[in-house]
């Protein structure tokens, strides 16, 4: 048990390190050079970096030490060490890269550097919350504003963002940098969607029809697939009925239309995405 809980730890601290990694990278190779703030501390950051020629990456610590010391004066300890961890990564590596390895910026043309910069943006911040940490910015104050108003926690990143977005595009005197920093910033949070939920590779299928033995029977012995059925009732005929539920890969779902279609042509049939499943004939992906 002990040794699994290290191995735990590390496996975490090593998501966050690796995370910070990334998002360093789309910051010094796309973001920071075309002049990109796509929202938080990082964007803040950015402005004042072209504005007075201070470091990104000290000045995105500077920031974060008094928002963090609000957050656990307002929202308690529940930061810890691993918020600490991520952001001072995250600066050390920006300035690092920038300042020291002089890496060159990837490409001139700022639609590119959105797109590029969003996706390494929203894998390294993906890969930080998968090991349960955090690099403080937006995320503590959209916490704060979430505890203390009606908006929820997501609204209120999305408000301190489009606040840091405008004032770059004002800062900067051009409304096209900032329209590129909203698609870097929507690019990144899918991205960050994608690593936390992963690709819907799976569907589910709740099928209702009269016939529901007889398609039961073909998809356990044609697909190889569980099917369970539920015990539903139809409230317009007052009716009790099954409902079948079935979980199978995309590639299969020509399969099961055929099947159903074959079976009863009539059948109610819908059809929705799955996240993440795991269990037997299906592989867990984390």
Not at 52 to 57: C, E, L, Q
Not at 111 to 129: D, E, H, M, T, W
Not at 239 to 252: H, K, M, N, S
């Amino acid at each position: 048990m002990l040794r699994q809980k290290i191995l735990k730890e590390v496996r975490e601290l090593a998501l966050i390190a690796g995370g910070s990694f990334v998002m360093s990278v789309g910051f010094v190779l796309f973001l920071i050079p075309n002049k990109i703030a796509p929202g938080g501390v990082s964007g803040l950051a950015t402005v004042l970096h072209y504005l007075i020629y201070v470091p990104v990456g000290l000045t995105m610590l500077v920031f974060n030490i008094p928002i963090f010391l609000l957050g656990v004066k307002l929202l308690g300890r529940k930061f810890g060490v691993r918020t600490i961890i991520g952001t001072v990564l995250l600066s050390l590596f920006i300035d690092f890269m920038f300042y020291y390895i002089k890496l060159p910026r990837a490409t001139d043309n700022r639609l590119l550097a959105s797109l590029y910069g969003g996706v390494f943006l929203g894998a390294g911040i993906g890969l930080v919350f998968r090991g349960r940490g955090s690099t403080g910015g937006s995320d503590i104050i959209g916490k704060i504003i979430g505890k203390y108003t009606n908006f929820t926690t997501g609204m209120g990143i999305m408000f301190c963002d489009f606040i840091v977005i405008t004032f770059a595009g004002v800062a900067f005197k051009s409304i096209e940098l900032a329209l590129y920093a909203y698609v870097a910033l929507y690019l990144s949070s899918r991205v960050i969607d994608l690593i936390l939920e992963g690709w819907s590779y799976a569907r589910g299928a709740y099928i209702i029809s009269d016939k529901s033995e007889r398609i039961a029977e073909r998809l356990l012995k044609d697909m190889n697939r569980g099917v369970t059925a539920l015990h539903g009732k139809g409230m317009f005929g007052k009716q009790d009925r099954e409902v079948l539920f079935c979980v199978f890969t995309r590639r299969e779902l020509s399969h099961l239309k055929e099947i159903i279609k074959d079976v009863d042509s009539d059948a109610f049939v819908i059809i929705t995405k799955i996240h993440e499943v795991f269990g037997e004939g299906f592989h867990r992906k984390w």
